[in-house]
């Protein structure tokens, strides 16, 4: 029974987790922009961050170490280090946007500016990290994030023709006021979003946080076969409702309170605060995971001991990476950057550079070494996987190129 | 220059360019000089369509207000951040120097709604910081003029 329960509690938590300010941006800006043309995109997304995930997971249950522990064993020094510095760019623009996303959510209930939040947020950041245990830290963050489901209570509430958002999602084109370029952006804005490499660094460093063992991929498996497209759903949810209310009064999406905007209006007050802690608790717990996994991808490249399974003596390398990677990014967010260009710039690039987080997984996965015979993937998972692999390697080739051609979509 | 060391400043640069575009990209109201016509007409039509976007967003605001749907802090922040918007929006667009004379008279058809925009959209803002969300949903209505305007602008220089 207590398993069972831990496997729904898992799986809960994977729903409200997937969602973070990328998506919420990201999902919002297309569904406003491109109606549901795009929800193609959200679906190959979550299939490619279901398998990778699954891996990854399974790697770490496996060898009791994360795969990033492993990359530069197995793949080298050169690559490990190639590796690190662009995860560890990108996961710093991660968690700054995050941070921003969580000062922006408490001013939404507070009226405070949210740059005077931003160093109280970035305490408070810390403060979790440092003192919650992982695995209610964990739960706390991702189950709240299952308010985010008001979204899919505003697309019912507007009673949409179904019919329609059901042929924009299957028959998508580029909309007439649109390029092909901008098309192109979005989708691969969206794809980054889906496929956040720091999903994958926290995924798998979990998995050895919470002590997983070989009896434990059950739980992997449903926390990434139920819980990931269950959070696409709600990705969708955000993006219809952008589509529904925001398209046809030709509002853009430019700010966090935008997102929300939607629910208040076909919801109301109750359906509004619903939606900010759903907002507060994705994007929180987001920054918690980025600012780990800024410890995370260091101590692996490093060998350091890492972890809040270890007394923060025994791993205070670790601990003072996060806090540098909390305190660099609150000082970049109270610059004034704006927070939703930041999170679009990083999902952008984190498509970009996906195929550095994604090939060594695929390798280690397939070390029998490493995996066993027994646990390697299968030829179906290695056929799904190396299709994406293709996919993430054209991705990452045009990403560069599209930024510059759409302005950066606009 | 050996294979390696192309190579590596190959990466430095495109590095470098990347790093460029993000800090650009990430400032607000980021827009360069117009050069022609066309290039002016192009810039004043993007300038009417984020700011048709912000008055939409406060209209719709002000309607959710009216109706009982929001939190006064939550309005609050919504419209000072279009506000905010709509401020840059205004500044950056006067100070794109016009090509020709057509760009003068597209600047002045222009400038006059985006001011009616930002004063509009001011008065929600104070209906709204005063607590009298139905003088806000009044104000919000009173908008629509501002839309129709530029929705004008923006089908006549598509």
């Known amino acids: 029974m207590k398993r069972i329960l831990g496997v729904f509690l898992g799986v809960l938590t994977a729903i409200g987790g997937f969602v973070d300010m990328g998506d919420l941006v990201a999902n919002a800006a297309t569904g406003a922009r491109f109606g549901m043309n795009l929800a193609w995109v959200v679906v190959v997304g979550v299939i490619g961050i279901v398998v990778y995930a699954e891996m990854s997971g399974r790697v770490a249950a496996i060898c009791q170490r994360p795969v990033f522990d492993l990359v530069r064993e197995r ?280 195929p550095l987080t994604y090939f060594p997984i695929l390798v280690i996965a397939n070390d029998p070494t490493y995996m066993g015979e027994d646990h390697v993937n299968s030829r179906f998972v290695n056929a799904i996987a190396t299709v994406y692999l293709v996919i993430l390697a054209v991705v990452a080739i045009w990403t560069i190129p599209l930024m510059i051609i759409t302005k950066a979509g606009s | 220059m050996s294979r390696h060391e192309g190579l590596r400043r190959l990466l430095v640069v495109v590095s470098g360019a990347v790093l460029v575009i993000v800090a650009a990209g990430c400032v607000t109201h980021p827009i360069g000089a117009a050069r022609t016509y066309d290039d002016y007409e192009r810039k004043a039509t993007t300038t009417a369509e984020s700011a048709r976007s912000a008055v939409a967003t406060v209209r719709l605001l002000a309607e959710a207000a009216g109706d009982g749907n929001t939190f006064g802090p939550f309005a609050a922040v919504v419209v000072s951040e279009q506000e905010d918007a709509l401020g840059g929006l205004r500044g950056t667009f006067a100070s794109i120097q016009p090509p020709d004379d057509r760009a003068v008279e597209l600047r002045d058809e222009l400038t006059p709604i985006l001011d009616d925009a930002f004063t509009g959209v001011g008065d929600v803002r104070i209906a709204v910081r005063r607590g009298d969300l139905e003088e806000a949903a009044r104000r919000g209505d009173a908008l629509s003029a501002v839309s129709a305007a530029l929705d004008a602008v923006i089908e006549a220089h598509p």
């Not at chain 1, 994958?200 to 059950?218: C, H, I, K, Q």
């Not at chain 1, 269950?230 to 969708?236: F, H, P, R, Y």
């Not at chain 1, 995971?289 to 350091?304: M, N």
Request: aromatic share 12%; net charge negative.
């Open chain 1, 75 to 354: 793949l080298g020094p050169r690559f490990g280090i190639a590796n690190l510095v662009a995860s560890f760019a990108i996961n710093m623009l991660t968690l700054t946007a995050e941070v921003a996303g969580v000062a922006i959510a408490l001013s939404l209930v507070s009226s405070i500016n949210y740059l005077l939040l931003v160093p109280f947020v970035a305490v408070l950041v810390w403060l979790v990290v440092w003192r919650m245990p992982f695995a209610i830290m964990e739960r706390v963050f991702g189950i709240l994030g299952l308010c985010l489901l008001v979204f899919a209570v505003t697309v019912w509430k507007i009673g949409p023709d179904w019919g329609d958002l059901w042929g924009q999602a299957t028959s998508p084109h580029v909309p007439s006021q649109e390029t092909p370029f901008t098309y192109a952006y979005f989708a691969i804005a969206l794809f980054g979003a889906a496929m956040t490499p720091y999903e994958v660094f926290f995924f798998s460093s979990g998995a050895v946080e919470d002590g997983w063992t070989t009896r434990d991929l059950n739980e992997n498996r449903a926390n990434v076969l139920i819980g990931f497209p269950l959070g696409g759903l709600l990705s969708l949810a955000i993006m219809a409702c952008a589509h529904l209310v925001l398209a046809p009064r030709d509002i853009g999406v430019d700010e966090l309170s935008q997102v929300a905007l939607p629910v208040a209006s076909v919801v109301g007050k109750l359906g509004l605060a619903v939606a900010l802690i759903g907002i507060f608790a994705a994007t929180f717990g987001a920054a918690l995971e980025t600012s780990l996994s800024a410890g995370y991808i260091v101590a692996h490249y490093l060998g350091w001991p890492w972890g809040k399974h270890v007394e923060p003596r025994g791993a205070a390398r670790f601990h003072v990476v996060v806090m540098l990677a909390i305190g660099a990014a609150m000082l970049i967010a109270i610059t004034g950057v704006d927070p939703v260009k930041v999170t679009e710039y990083s999902i952008v690039l984190s498509a970009a550079a996906l």
